[in-house]
């Protein structure tokens, strides 16, 4: 098989230039379909990685939420974009010692990746429970469900249009000679507001939207609460946040197409937007760092340096300041939480009712490798 940025000039060569969207669809699908990307020997690392913290207590957030939903049976735990399986483990290993949730639960994870869906295979080989793999959300059994998506919103493909004399034009990848550029489409898009400044990004996830909205139709029909843990801002804001990953290291999203992880910022205020369109209930949105806290995690990191050596101790203590680290390099208040649940569901751990963070126009925010 030809390298995709072979088959990418070919394909612009024959149709023209590709929107940004189609560009990340076509990287990041070649992208999660070829490795693992996760870990030190990889391009990122997720919070799942940094710490069993971390999906131990999303797991006693699910069980909360199942008893104030009235412990429903059969109940769909479902991961979207579940990585090596990490965040799933650690979540039913919390979970091990209630026997009427495990009764209630099988696990379905929504991953489309031959290679994860190995490593999830083995993760989860001791789970206790069945376990079903999902090209979509929408393959999932109906009834109510409890959901996780860590870091999975990020890597949706997004539209981009910069703001011109002309009005906003999209953003688009063409070819200067061999080599992959951006550029602007000669005609405005019809239908956005006049812009502001000149040179201002604007971006439109519109499968974001698609994906949050189906969610919210899911959980208003069938009961439930979804988990949604990324790293973005409360909008509206302008910026380019698009960026790409590899080797732990920042490189030019052009320079080698499916070889790096390709991201942008979630918009969490046009994910609550999207959620309410569909008359689901919106919880927060809180920064990881106060989610984290607000759940125990420092009282679950000193029970497990109880038990731990010094080395092992010092690692507790590392991750923990990793996952709550606040300022601009930190994971505390670069990620945030939001819950989206049933209606019914007046309020679920950690988060507060929905209030808006302060906006941040035209910041750009970036990932920490």
Known sequence: MRPLAD???????????????????????????????????????????????????????????????????????????????????DLLRATRLL??????????????????????????????LPV??????????PGPLLLVANEFFDALPVRQFVATGRGWCERLVGLDGDRLVFGLRGEPEAGLPSPVRLGD???RPAMT????????????????AALIIDYGYWGPAFGDTLQALKNHAFIDPLAEPGEADLTT???????????????ARVHGPSTQADFLLALGIEARTTSLKERATPAQAADLDRALARLTERGPRGMGDLFKV?????????????LPASSPLPANPGSHVHRSP
């Open 209 to 224: 939207l698609g994906v949050t909205g189906d969610l919210a139709r899911r959980l208003t029909e069938n009961g439930g």
């Open 265 to 279: 910022h979630v918009d969490f205020h046009q994910l609550a937007q999207a959620a309410r369109a569909s008359a």
């Open 338 to 350: 939001l819950a989206l649940t049933h209606n019914d569901l007046e309020a679920v751990p950690g």
């Open 132 to 141: 079903t793999w999902h090209d979509r959300l929408d393959h999932v059994p």
């Open 99 to 128: 026997p009427d949730f495990r009764a209630a639960a099988s696990v379905h994870l929504v991953e489309t990746s031959p290679a994860l869906r190995e490593r999830q295979r083995e993760a989860l080989a001791q789970a206790g």
């Open 7 to 89: 088959q990418l000039r070919g394909l612009i060569a024959l149709e023209g230039p590709i929107t940004v969207e189609r560009y990340m669809d076509l990287c990041l699908r070649h992208y999660y379909a070829t490795r693992d990307p996760f870990g030190a020997a990889g391009d990122f690392t997720t919070a799942p990685e940094i710490s069993q913290t971390f999906g131990e207590l999303i797991g006693l957030w699910m069980l909360e939420v199942w008893h104030a939903m009235g412990r429903p049976g059969p109940c769909r735990i479902v991961e979207l974009g579940p990585g090596r399986g990490t965040l799933m483990a």
């Open 201 to 203: 990004v604007l971006e």
